[in-house]
């Protein structure tokens, strides 16, 4: 098999006011454009000498369709079900391009929905295959009162959530508060987690840390940026719950076994999104089993999804609660329902359905 066109498709869409927010200093919902006018995303699309074509969504549109075609008209000839090859090739590219992360992993998207399709088989199973029936969290975005989260927490209990995560304030003395009343909540029995967003410093860190171990949380994930391993390090030798970390570093696997060497983590978070697709994020996810650790899956949606199914030492698929009304439409999302606390990961081949390739073409102000 050969690849015969790589094409990518910029779309608008007109920005709509955020429907959530995070801690103070970070971004929310979406790129940052303002409310009312246009964000562009990309669309790449892989075609083949078999009929059979790939796709991969995200990224900024002018920026992919900047790369598409500057470099992956290169791939042209090059046999798309090769993964490890063309994954070897576009870290090469890297060096000197240094592509944003989530352009990283899109051609390798493309060929693994190219590969999923020709085989007949979902892409987990082709990852290896390990479970198709996944729990699930509910990852809380940051709401701004304790009424707000206990409301919104009872409501994923009533949809048979048993697992819970929340997401940092900024305020670690208001986090406490939170944290403490999610363990009421939720009750003895329920994994616990707390995802800082990166926000502290070493001994903020170390001392909510030591109120998340009184309270039996699962993990302390990101609770600061990931250039200090120095810090990290000192952390996980200083507490007893486990940290997660290297979420947003890039490097890949690469990166990945510097923090292992340095024990400057307990778990590693691993992502289709932030490794460069799904060959990345298998690799970082063995390189965790090899040293008997567990490699968390970050985010939601198709990929993710297909990757917690492929892997023993993952523990959750990520579910990003919002609002009442999203939380209790989660079991009516089709092929990525959550129900009674658990996906059931889609057995369709492909990295998910096909575009309509002619609204597409309409619509895009751009392709390459």
Not at 14 to 35: E, M, N, Q, S, Y
Not at 131 to 158: F, G, L, N, Q
Request: proline share 4%; charged share 25%.
């Amino acid at each position: 098999m050969k690849i015969t066109n790589v094409r990518c498709y910029v779309t608008p869409h007109i920005v709509t006011p955020a429907r959530f927010h995070w801690r103070k200093g970070l971004t929310g919902d979406g790129d940052g454009t303002p409310v009312g006018e246009k964000s562009y995303s990309a669309i790449l699309r892989v075609d083949t000498d078999a009929g059979i074509i790939g796709h991969a969504g995200g990224g900024r549109g002018y920026r992919v369709a900047d790369i598409v075609a500057r470099r992956f008209k290169n791939f042209i000839g090059k046999n798309p079900l090769n993964t490890e090859e063309l994954w070897r090739l576009i870290w090469e590219l890297d060096r000197l391009e240094e592509f944003a992360v989530h352009d990283l992993g899109l051609l390798d998207i493309a060929c693994w929905d190219i590969k999923s399709q020709a085989a007949n088989m979902p892409i987990y199973q082709l990852l290896g295959g390990n479970d198709p029936r996944v729990p699930a969290y509910a990852s809380t975005v940051t709401w701004d009162t304790i009424d707000e989260y206990e409301r919104h927490i009872k409501e994923c209990i009533d949809e048979g959530f048993f697992a819970f995560k929340l997401h940092a304030s900024g305020d670690a003395k208001w986090d406490a508060e939170l944290s403490e009343n999610l363990r009421y909540w939720a009750g003895d029995d329920a994994d616990l987690m707390f995802d800082a967003s990166a926000g502290w410093d070493y001994v903020t860190s170390l001392w909510f840390g030591r109120v998340l171990e009184d309270l039996e949380f699962l993990w302390l994930e990101e609770p600061m940026r990931e250039f200090d391993l120095t810090s990290y390090t000192e952390l996980c030798g200083a507490l007893d719950i486990p940290i997660l970390a290297a979420e947003t570093c890039d490097g890949c696997h690469w990166n990945g076994s510097t923090w292992i060497q340095q024990r400057a983590l307990d778990m590693i978070r691993t992502s289709v999104g932030f490794k460069g697709g799904f060959t990345g994020a298998i690799k970082v996810a063995h390189l965790a089993e090899s040293f008997g650790m567990r490699a968390q899956v970050h985010g939601m949606g198709w990929h993710n999804a297909q990757l917690c199914a492929a892997i023993p030492n993952n523990d959750y698929y990520e579910q990003l609660v919002i609002d009442s009304e999203q939380i209790k439409e989660l079991k009516n999302m089709g092929p990525l329902s959550i129900v009674e606390g658990y996906l059931t990961v889609p057995e369709d081949p492909g990295a998910g359905p096909q575009p309509d390739w002619a609204q597409i073409e309409k619509n895009a102000v751009l392709i390459v």
